[in-house]
């Protein structure tokens, strides 16, 4: 019987087992921000963050060794990946080959099923999914937490997509290779906490800044930076407590505050980041709204004008129902927490 390969996969399965593997990730959402770099060569965090990896929009990456080949080939979403996309894959593959030793050129292919650079954590899915695959193809073996270190190298929201549900990451502490080793992910367990996440899109498209240069400006810039990492140490300390009693209510709270004060270091750099757009603010009224209707609801927004809105299971219709109707155009769809990063095909190190 033909076996039914993911992304066009052919050949022999021995052949793929030995010269491929395909991994798949899920976008994480942070309840406590990671924003701002204290080393840009090694991405390494000023701040420690915390997030909710998400059951929906899976990225497959598969990275097949081509040992005959000239250099890497970049397929991302079904198109020769160019520019600055292509040139951080090749980065880290080459991280990997340092990191194992080995030389081959790879062929990557990629696809997310998250909108790619809108503020919805592809680049945390996507790295995630590439190190998971890039790690098994080149025959490094590494565990979980050297997966997440060698996934934030690609981009650090993506050290917490190596695991499921709740993940901490680390911002580390000294320089070079103990800032290195120091910075990394670990699962948060947290029993009894099982919210909804509504995601409230108004814009699916790619934004305008990249997380990268924006909040390269921010930590250059912005005079409301150092106030706001200081406040976040006190809100992620806070947040383990909330999210160790299954308090919906001060999760959400906190995760509000975090994020829109690093809304607020954007807005506050020179010349300023401005991610939120008229569609975002219209989608937080209503998000009050249905607080003051007494649902707990409370948003968060990353790099981008998109809402995600914390709420339990029971309201979560509702909660999307009321969003949908705030901004024109806007299209909802309602996660949970979901798995770590994991390998498809290809064989464990
Ligand atoms: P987002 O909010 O989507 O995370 P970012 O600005 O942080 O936006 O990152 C977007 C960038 O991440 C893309 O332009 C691309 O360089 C990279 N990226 C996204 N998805 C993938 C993927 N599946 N594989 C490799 N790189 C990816
Ligand atoms: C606002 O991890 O995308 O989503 O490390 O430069 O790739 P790079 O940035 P990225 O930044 C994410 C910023 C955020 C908050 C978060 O996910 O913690
Ligand atoms: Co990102």
Known sequence: MPIDYPLGWAGPRE?????????????NIALIKYWGKRDERLVIPYVDSLSMTLNIFPTVTT???????????????????????RQRVIAFLDLVREMAGRTEPAAVDTRNSVPTAAGLASSASGFAALAVAGAAAYGLALDPTALSRLARRGSASAARSIFGAFAICYAGRGVGAAADLSSYAEPVPVAKFDPALVIAMVNAGPKPVSSRAAMRRTVGTSPLYRSWALSSKADLSDMQAALQRGDLEAVGEIAERNALGMHATMLAARPAVRYLSPATVAVLDSVLQLRRDGFAA???????????????????????????GAAAGCSVVTARRGPGARLLIGAEQ
Do not use: F
């Open 15 to 27: 052949k793929v087992l030995d010269r491929g593997a395909t991994a798949v990730a899920h976008p």
């Open 63 to 85: 990275v097949r060794l081509v040992p005959e080949g000239q250099a890497d080939t970049v397929m991302l979403d079904g198109t020769s990946a160019s520019g600055e996309q």
């Open 298 to 324: 409370y948003a968060t927004m990353d790099a981008g004008p998109n809402v995600k809105v914390l709420c339990h299971q029971a309201d979560a219709a509702r909660v999307a129902d009321t969003v949908h």
